[in-house]
C-alpha cells in the first residue's frame, strides 16, 4: 500500500515487488543544481521475487536492511548482507539487489540529489559503492522513519526538516559504521529477531516475557543483548514506541486518557499517565493542552 505524500507523483524506480510499502515523495523531478534535495524515502518489505537490476541510476541512494537479507551486485562485486547492513550507490554504480533467505526482507531507503550531495558523502567517507555496517541500528532506523513522517508536513517545512535529517542520517552513519566483512556473532541476529518483533507489535506486547517466548529466547539474555546493540533495555523500548505513538493520538484524535491508554495496551489510565509523564515530562492532560495552544514547554524528560 502506498502512503499518501507531500507529492502525489510516484518515481518509476519504486519496485512493484514489494508486500508493503510506505514512501515520502518529495521532488522526482528534483533540478540537480539545487544544493541538497531528498527525492524520496521509503520502508519496504520485500516479497520472495523482490529483485532490482538497475544499469544506471540517477540519484544518490542509501539503503538499510532493517531485517531479513540480500544479495548485493554493486559495481560487479556480489555480497550477502545481513540486517543491520547498509550500503551506498549512485549514477555511477550499477547494482543489483536480491532478497534471499526465507525471512522477509525490510529495507529502508532515500534518494537524494544536489550540487552539495556528494561533498556532504566525501565529508564522511560515504562514497558511492560503500557497504557497512551499522554498529548501533536503533538511532539510524529511527531517521529514517523521521523522514517518512516528513510525509505528513506541508512541502515546505518537509523539504526544510528531511535536508536536515539526511545530514545527521551522514554523521550517525559515519560514526556508528563498521566494515560489513566483519564477522557478525550469531546474538546480534538474536538481537535484531527480538528488536524487530517489538517494533512491529509494540502495541500488543504487555511485558519482556512475551518478546522472549515470541522469540525463543531467555527473558534475561535478551536484556543482555540489548544491553550490548541497542543502549537501551527493551522495557524503556517498548515503553519508548508505545508513549510515541500514544502522543500521535492525542495530536491526531480526540480521545480521553482512558482511551489512548488502552490502545497502547494500559488498562489503568493511572499508570499509563504516569508512564507517559515519566517519559515526556508531562501528563497526557497536560500535553494535549499545549498541543491545542500550538506550544510546549520547556522540560526534561526523564529515562524510563
Known amino acids: 500500500m502506498l502512503k499518501s505524500s507531500v507529492s502525489p507523483k510516484v518515481p518509476e524506480f519504486i519496485s512493484n515487488k514489494v508486500i508493503y510499502g ?32 538497475r544499469r544506471k541510476f540517477e540519484f544518490f541512494a542509501i539503503e538499510f536492511v532493517a531485517s531479513g537479507s540480500c544479495e548485493l ?30 525471512a522477509p526482507l ?3 531507503f532515500v534518494d537524494f540529489a544536489g550540487q552539495e550531495a556528494l561533498s556532504h558523502m566525501k565529508e564522511f567517507d560515504l562514497g558511492e559503492g560503500s557497504q557497512f555496517y551499522a554498529g548501533n ?7 529514517f522513519e523521521q523522514l517518512l513522517e ?7 517545512e518537509a523539504r526544510r526538516l528531511g535536508e536536515q535529517l539526511l545530514k545527521l542520517l551522514f554523521v550517525r552513519l559515519s560514526t556508528d559504521r563498521q566494515p560489513v566483512g566483519s564477522v557478525q556473532p550469531p546474538s546480534n541476529e538474536t538481537f535484531n529477531r527480538c528488536f524487530q518483533y517489538i517494533t512491529g507489535n509494540f502495541l500488543k ?8 517466548a515470541a522469540c525463543s529466547v531467555n527473558g534475561v539474555y535478551v536484556s543482555r543483548l540489548f544491553k550490548r546493540y541497542s543502549k537501551e533495555t527493551p522495557y524503556q523500548m517498548l515503553t519508548r514506541l508505545k508513549v510515541a505513538y500514544a502522543a500521535n493520538l492525542i495530536l491526531r484524535e480526540n480521545l480521553s486518557v482512558k482511551q489512548v491508554g488502552a490502545q497502547v495496551g494500559f488498562d489503568d489510565p493511572y499508570h499509563f499517565s504516569r508512564v507517559f509523564k515519566r517519559v515526556n515530562g508531562l501528563s497526557p492532560k ?3 493542552t499545549f498541543i491545542k495552544r500550538g506550544s510546549l514547554p520547556s522540560h526534561k524528560a526523564v529515562s524510563v
Open 73 to 102: 551486485t554493486l559495481n560487479g562485486k556480489k555480497s550477502e548482507l545481513p540486517a543491520g547492513s547498509f550500503f551506498i550507490y549512485g549514477p555511477n554504480s550499477p547494482h543489483k539487489i536480491r532478497r534471499i533467505g526465507d
Open 205 to 212: 506486547i504487555n511485558t519482556i516475557n512475551e518478546v522472549s
Open 106 to 108: 525490510v529495507k529502508y
Open 137 to 143: 541500528r536503533r538511532w539510524i532506523q529511527d531517521i
Open 150 to 156: 516528513c510525509s505528513e508536513l506541508d512541502r515546505a
Open 22 to 53: 510506505k514512501y515520502y515523495i518529495l521532488d522526482p523531478d528534483a533540478p540537480t543544481e539545487q544544493d541538497l534535495s531528498i527525492i524520496c524515502a521509503g520502508k519496504e518489505t520485500c516479497s520472495e521475487a523482490y529483485h532490482i537490476d
Open 286 to 288: 497536560r500535553y494535549a
